[in-house]
């Protein structure tokens, strides 16, 4: 009888902790839609580890350069403002190349990047990701593509100790986020995979070729805006993307 009595404690117990877990991440999430985020785990974590400082300074996406914008969607997820926080596309591709043998393709989203970001632990594992595909669907929900792009460019990692557009800016070329040139947006961007490792104010070759390649993707893909009417277009766009990723799917299948 206390035998069982124990496990209906438990499993009430876990029941209490999974709503409470439920409760807050939705609170905070809302709460993030007006509030900026002090601080993020991968910051405390860099502090702790390293004994990074903490360089940052919140700007709206009003105040910075939108070659900032324009260079994250060109670099890291192209259909941003028309899937609903993931690629199917990336994703696909990412599993063909892991089949295959080939180098590992990133599929992550602006959105699932920076629901990791705000959320989350830096360390790869299947239950980040569960939670990294949980708090994404939160902030597609709840905070909009243009939010979304504000928190990313506010809090990605550009350097040691370095987080956010204008911290980079100000660090990296003596100006303010709101000045950079489409050159020196790039070569940030561009350091993004290993921020820790690579320099934009004085890039490598290597650096300067993707920072060319990106800057060639960003005068191809024009000058995206956050207006309803833009997205609606964005999304009707990546529907006719996917249909076409399906098509070419099955027609591999075939042979």
């Given at each position: 009888?206390a035998k ?7 499993w009430k ?9 439920f ?19 991968l ?25 900032m ?5 060109a670099s890291?997820?192209n259909y941003?403002?028309?899937h609903?926080g993931?690629d ?8 063909k190349?892991?089949?295959?043998g080939m ?11 920076t ?10 594992s ?7 595909v949980?708090?994404t669907f939160?902030i597609?929900?709840?905070?909009g593509k243009?939010?979304?792009?504000e ?10 100790g ?6 980079a ?9 709101k000045?950079?040139s489409a ?6 961007t ?5 921020p ?7 890039p490598?070759?290597y ?7 990106i ?19 964005c999304r ?20």
């Amino acid at each position: 009888m206390a035998k069982g009595k124990s496990k209906r404690g438990f499993w009430k117990i876990l029941g209490l902790i999974i709503l409470l877990f439920f409760l807050l991440s939705i609170f905070f999430t809302i709460i993030f839609r007006w509030v900026n985020p002090p601080v993020t785990p991968l910051m405390v974590i860099r502090k702790v580890q390293y004994g990074y400082p903490i360089e940052k300074k919140w700007k709206p996406i009003e105040e910075i350069s939108p070659y900032m914008y324009r260079a994250a969607i060109a670099s890291e997820d192209n259909y941003f403002l028309g899937h609903n926080g993931f690629d199917v596309i990336a994703i696909d591709q990412a599993v063909k190349e892991r089949k295959s043998g080939m180098r590992k393709r990133g599929a992550s989203t602006i959105s699932q990047q920076t629901a990791k970001n705000v959320f989350l632990w830096p360390k790869s594992s299947w239950l980040r990701k569960g939670f990294e595909v949980y708090y994404t669907f939160l902030i597609e929900t709840f905070w909009g593509k243009e939010r979304i792009m504000e928190v990313y460019l506010n809090v990605i990692e550009m350097g040691p100790g370095i987080y956010g557009a204008e911290a980079a800016a100000q660090h990296y070329f003596h100006c303010s986020a709101k000045h950079l040139s489409a050159r020196q947006a790039a070569l940030i961007t561009a350091c993004y995979p290993a921020p820790l490792h690579r320099n934009p104010a004085r890039p490598s070759g290597y650096l300067n070729r993707q920072a060319g390649v990106i800057q060639g993707r960003m005068a191809r893909y024009g000058n995206p805006q956050f207006t309803d009417e833009y997205i609606k277009g964005c999304r009707k766009r990546y529907k006719e993307a996917v249909k076409k990723w399906e098509k070419k799917k099955a027609i591999r299948k075939k042979h």
